[in-house]
């Protein structure tokens, strides 16, 4: 992660406060052992019936330990269902005996048609790969339009590279096709992404670029594609700046295109709404916006959050007490184990509805596997997920015309550029501008790697990121706009099963035969399970296979 922490979640389902609270049998013990009439009795019942002084647990409390949903309101579902389909399709090989389970993870996958399957098997006869089940994985997270370009390209994986596998290099080249039809991951100003979504030509471009600051805003809202563009310019320059909206009101002449793009720099948001930044490691750009708030005077709370709990961040930074401290002094409220992609369930998020202005992630990651690169299949799909679970969540958190910022680089093979794009326009969430990052007024804060490197070196002490530029770090940002219409349900990455793994002969799995193979691969499944968004902290279950990059 180039900053921030691996956010992969904490609350899980199988603890907390909906964990059953069962009575302690010595507890029990003791008190049967007072009863001098009965004593006796007890001990006989208690050596046939070991369990008879157990208290069973109320159904409705271990529900967390079951395929069957936590109980949340209903307009929070939506939120949370991809999460809990998420976790019942990891859990789908260690429940193979329960045939209800089996039966709803058919319900959870989406369904492939026949011409899907005979697109895979041709793939893999043309390339000789038909015995190769990750690559066979690969082809299966595909579309059938994705597939028939495959077959019509004629593309081939390099079956002889040293360095990585044919599921590797056909994974890497998949994405970049789909990324060379969007916008790109680079600088793009406010008409570069207009211009993109609704497909204008050169000349309605240049029309936009020639608009003042209010006639270009007005633009932006208001033209929806069913009307002539030049009709809506024509409208906006009759139309007065409303006084109520001081976006509109500054420097309403002044070049369209430039005091956008100097607003958004500067993070001049809604001053009487809430912020949340999400996987803050070390808390430095929390305590940089809360007090760029203040210097605006803007009311509006700033919600600091952190993946790990207080205790890890005191080892890793030292001066983390503090940092907290700072926040506090700017009346910031600081959470800390929280999972960005089940906010919907956390109960200090309660209330929260609707009601957040601004929202920030820096660098999401969602963990690195040992003997893996992020790109890799095996492990990749727990990137993508990360951010499809994030924004839909948001859904339910940020207000209509709120935005939502997302830093990253535009070279990461973990989070990709346009995982950041696709999942948020999924969502309603426009794209409306990337900047470079080093032009955001937020820029400057402490960075830091979000794991447990940063106890002996941090990023800027001499210290690069691996493949990574600081000039190709950049800022996606949105802005949500809800059209009413209801949503399909969030699309999700199938991530390899156990029989997948088995057959990767790449990697740290690749080094290993027979029965140390397989235990490898029962390794990687569990921890996989719990390293993906929505479960439990990879590093505290499974810290000797799994690190953050």
């Not at 790109?184 to 608009?211: A, H, N, T």
């Not at 007024?441 to 493949?467: I, M, T």
Request: proline share 5%; net charge negative; hydrophobic share 35%.
């Amino acid at each position: 992660a180039a900053n921030g922490e691996c956010d992969g979640g904490e609350d899980d389902l199988d603890g907390g406060p909906f964990e059953a609270v069962i009575c302690d049998p010595h507890a029990a013990q003791e008190g049967l052992e007072g009863d001098e009439e009965e004593a006796m009795d007890d001990e006989e019942r208690e050596e046939e019936e070991p369990e008879e002084f157990v208290q069973e647990p109320p159904k409705q409390e271990v529900k967390r330990h079951s395929d069957s949903d936590p109980e949340i309101d209903d307009d929070l579902k939506d939120a949370v269902e991809g999460v809990l389909r998420l976790k019942r399709l990891l859990s789908r090989e260690f429940d193979d005996k329960d045939e209800r389970a089996k039966k709803r993870a058919k319900q959870d996958m989406d369904q492939r048609s026949a011409a899907q399957d005979v697109k895979v098997s041709q793939l893999l006869n043309k390339w000789g790969l038909a015995a190769d089940s990750l690559t066979r994985h690969v082809l299966e997270n595909l579309t059938f339009a994705e597939l028939q370009y495959l077959i019509t390209s004629n593309y081939s994986p390099d079956t002889h590279n040293m360095w990585k596998s044919p599921a590797e290099l056909l994974q890497t080249h998949t994405n970049q096709v789909r990324e060379s039809k969007g916008p790109g991951g680079g600088p793009l100003d406010v008409v570069s992404c207009f211009k993109f979504k609704y497909k204008l030509d050169i000349m309605q471009e240049k029309l936009l670029r020639s608009l003042c600051h209010k006639d270009l805003r007005y633009v932006l809202r208001n033209y929806d594609g069913k009307r002539p563009l030049k009709e809506v310019v024509d409208e906006a320059q009759r139309m007065e700046p409303p006084e109520d909206e001081p976006s509109f009101a500054a420097a309403p002449l002044a070049p369209g295109v430039m005091s956008i793009a100097r607003y958004c720099r500067l993070e001049i948001i809604d001053p009487l709404a809430d912020c949340a930044a999400f996987g803050d490691a070390n808390l430095t750009f929390a305590a940089k916006l809360a007090m760029h708030r203040k210097a605006l005077g803007h009311v509006g709370r700033v919600i600091a959050t952190t993946f790990e709990h207080l205790e890890t961040l005191q080892e890793r930074y030292k001066e983390i007490d503090e940092t907290i401290a700072k926040l506090e002094e700017h009346f910031a409220e600081v959470y800390h184990g929280v999972d960005c992609t089940r906010i919907a369930i956390d109960p200090r998020f309660d209330g929260l509805q609707g009601s957040l202005g601004a929202v920030y992630y820096n660098y999401p990651h969602a963990g690195a596997v040992g003997g893996f690169f992020d790109g890799h299949p095996v492990v990749n799909w727990r990137h993508e997920n990360l951010m499809r679970l994030f924004f839909r969540v948001l859904r339910s958190f940020v207000k209509p015309g709120g935005i939502v910022k997302v830093a990253s680089n535009a070279g990461a093979v973990g989070v990709r550029f346009s995982y950041i794009i696709g999942s948020a326009t999924q969502n309603e969430f426009d794209h409306v501008e990337t900047m470079p990052f080093q032009q955001w007024q937020l820029h400057r804060y402490g960075r830091s790697y979000g794991d447990r490197r940063d106890v002996y070196k941090r990023p800027g002490e001499g210290e690069q990121y691996n493949a990574q530029r600081a000039d190709s770090d950049m800022v996606y940002c949105f802005v949500y706009r809800p059209t009413g219409r209801v949503l399909p349900r969030q699309q999700i990455r199938l991530p390899p099963t156990y029989k997948t793994m088995l057959g990767c002969t790449d990697g740290a799995l690749g080094e290993r035969q027979g029965e140390s193979k397989k235990k490898l691969a029962t390794e990687f499944s569990g921890g996989l399970r719990t390293s993906a968004p929505g479960s439990t902290s990879v590093e505290r279950r499974m810290g000797h296979m799994f690190h953050h990059p």
